[in-house]
């Protein structure tokens, strides 16, 4: 596996491997991997010749007082994981050969940006779709995998690729979660034993959800309500958002008929937020 820091010498090594008409797939991280992150390279590596996943901790999507700063970080560890899952190259740029002068040029999904989790981050979507401009710049890879954890940002990647028609795939991956049913997250090991054995109660939450959905409960209202109460129940849980959007367009809605939906959550466990999703399908019922 190949450890490479600039642009220049990533684009000369990729540019040998399509001469040779090999298919590449990105994997975008901000490093501080664990089995989530592996599950998107063992796609990619389904899915492609050249593996390469990217580690960059983006500034521009973090927010004033958000956690830049003490956002985990720890390369010697990722590199050992990714020699593990059959990364190629591991591609781990500073921040100034990202951004040599400071950036004067953004993309924005503007709609899609603003709603949701954006409602809670002015700007962080903004700064997620520009260094996936950049990277898909950089990589020209035929797919780009992405967990499906961040919901919201998956959807808003696919319909930056379709409107500047970028060549990349987009393939989705399924959430991978730990025993007790915690989402894997790098934030994750920035919780306190307290709050990591209350940061189930996502998980259960969704799952009771899913249920009632399931049972044939028609009222968003009505299941959002289980949802809270249930959050509410673990103390150390302070609620930020509860969600439920259709699936692909993200409009939040009323009722729930038989289209696919998706519920979001944002969920603060001291000064940690995690976010936690659940996707369901609900019954049609038989004539």
């Known amino acids: 596996m190949l450890v490479i820091h600039t642009i220049a010498e990533l684009r000369a090594h990729l540019d040998e491997h399509r001469q040779n008409r090999r298919k590449i ?4 991280t901000m490093g501080f991997l664990h089995q ?10 389904k899915e492609s010749d050249v593996v390469v996943l990217s580690i960059f901790v983006n500034p521009i999507q973090f927010g004033v007082n958000e956690d830049l700063d003490v956002y985990p970080r720890d390369l010697p560890h990722d590199i050992a994981l990714c020699k593990e899952n059959g990364v190629d190259i591991l591609f781990a740029p500073s921040v100034a050969e990202i ?4 950036i004067m040029t953004s993309v924005e999904v503007q709609s899609l940006s603003n709603i949701l989790i954006g409602r809670h981050r002015p700007n962080h979507f903004r700064g997620v779709t520009t260094i996936v401009a950049k990277l898909l710049n950089i990589v020209e890879p035929d797919k780009i995998i992405f967990g499906e954890k961040d919901y919201q940002q998956l959807i ?19 959430i991978v979660r730990e025993e007790d049913g915690l989402a894997c997250s790098s934030r994750n090991a920035r919780l306190t034993k307290e709050d990591r054995a209350a940061a189930v109660i ?8 899913q249920k009632r959905i399931l049972e ?13 109460d249930n959050i509410k129940s673990e103390a150390r849980a302070k609620i930020q958002s509860i969600d439920i959007c259709h699936a692909t367009k993200l409009d939040t809605l009323d009722r729930i008929d038989n ?3 998706v519920i979001l959550l944002a969920v603060a466990f001291g000064d940690v937020v995690l976010i936690d999703q659940q996707l369901v399908t609900p019954k049609e019922k038989a004539l």
């Open 259 to 261: 289209q696919p939906i």
């Open 202 to 209: 996502l998980s259960q939450s969704l799952k009771k959800a």
């Open 25 to 28: 797939s990105l994997v975008p």
């Open 99 to 102: 951004y040599p002068e400071p």
């Open 156 to 174: 808003i990647v696919r319909r930056m690729i379709r409107d500047l028609s970028y060549k990349a795939e987009v393939v989705g991956v399924p």
């Open 216 to 228: 044939g409960e028609k009222d968003v209202s009505t299941i959002r309500q289980l949802i809270e």
């Open 36 to 45: 989530g992150h592996m599950a998107l390279a063992q796609k990619a590596r």
